[in-house]
């Protein structure tokens, strides 16, 4: 248990559909982050958030959008993905800078 | 700018036997470096971490990591390899110049043989 939750764990989605991954944490973490995970690449960090501000997108497809309500939760919404979209997809937070982040799961998404 | 390589995208061990996952790091501060564990459909867990402290760094699960600035290197070791060490293995680096950024090598598979 790392206190950091995502829901759901599997996502199979058409390209057409629009759907949301969620996570939440109870840290009492400043910073969310999204990142993506594809088999034989490396992570890939897609969103920050501090303080429910973004300061970070790493040139992220529209496709992709995120939102941060309050500091402990944070969501992607996903919309007209496409195959190469399909990956694990991981969400984490941390105290602040520099600090150790906390991963969740992951939500493991299919795009057919 | 900040860069991780971790050398070795495959390390395999047999059961009892040392560990050794080698990272080497660029930093333009002073940087503080983690190791995590990524088990297979988990997400990833931090090993240990290193911030500007004593340079030998002891972690969870046996596991340690002795930062070397002069060369530059974090690597990760175990003296005996057990069967639930079998995992993903990723080294990590954090600066204070860069805010909430974190930069992570590709990662090491590390198989070990009963």
């Known amino acids: 248990e790392t206190g950091v939750t995502q829901t759901p764990r599997h996502l199979v989605m058409g390209m057409t559909n629009k759907k949301s991954l969620k996570c939440e944490q109870h840290?009492?973490?400043?910073?969310m982050y999204w990142y993506k995970q594809s088999a034989k690449k490396p992570l890939e960090l897609m969103f920050v958030?501090?303080?429910?501000?973004?300061?970070e997108n790493n040139s992220v497809p529209s496709r992709f959008s995120p939102e941060c309500p309050n500091s402990s939760h944070l969501f992607l919404h996903l919309h007209t993905l496409q195959p190469e979209d399909s990956a694990l997809y991981l969400c984490?937070?941390?105290?602040?800078?520099?600090?150790?982040?906390?991963f969740g799961d992951g939500t493991r998404l299919s795009i057919l | 700018a900040q860069s991780v390589t971790q050398l070795d995208s495959h390390v395999s061990v047999s059961e009892g036997t040392p560990v050794l996952l080698r990272c080497n790091y660029s930093?333009?501060?002073?940087?503080?470096l983690f190791w995590y564990v990524q088990h297979p459909n988990k997400g990833l867990q931090l090993l240990l971490k290193?911030?500007?402290?004593a340079t030998l760094v002891k972690g969870i699960n046996g596991f340690e990591a002795e930062f070397k600035k002069s060369e530059t290197s974090f690597h990760l070791t175990k003296p005996s390899a057990h069967m639930s060490d079998a995992a993903e293995y990723f080294c990590v680096v954090s600066d204070w110049g860069t805010g909430n950024q974190f930069y992570f090598g590709t990662g090491t598979s590390l198989t070990v043989i009963p």
């Open positions: 840290l009492g973490h400043n910073a």
């Open positions: 958030y501090s303080l429910e501000e973004r300061v």
């Open positions: 930093s333009s501060y002073s940087p503080s």
């Open positions: 290193y911030t500007s402290a």
């Open positions: 984490a937070s941390s105290p602040g800078s520099d600090q150790p982040q906390h």
